[in-house]
């Protein structure tokens, strides 16, 4: 990753964890373990999803050298 991709990997980041906290209860940004499992439920129902889904868009395009058999 160049410089310039992680500055704006972060600058992403930063965009999508604030509108994940906005949509988080209060209740659950009260100390760290609750902050954490908020996070890993957010991780687990939105945005591993979507990375999932460009991951597998790319791995569709290139061929793996792997049969199904």
Not at 30 to 36: K, L
Not at 38 to 60: C, D, K, L, S, Y
Request: hydrophobic share 35%; aromatic share 4%; proline share 6%.
């Amino acid at each position: 990753m160049t410089p310039s991709e992680a500055r704006e990997l972060k600058h992403h980041l930063q965009s999508a964890a604030k509108i994940l906290k906005a949509n988080t209860p209060q209740d659950q940004l009260q100390d760290f373990e609750s902050i954490e499992l908020a996070a890993r439920q957010h991780i687990i129902e939105t945005v591993g999803p979507a990375m999932g889904e460009i991951f597998f868009q790319q791995e569709n395009r290139k061929p793996s050298g792997k049969s199904d058999k």
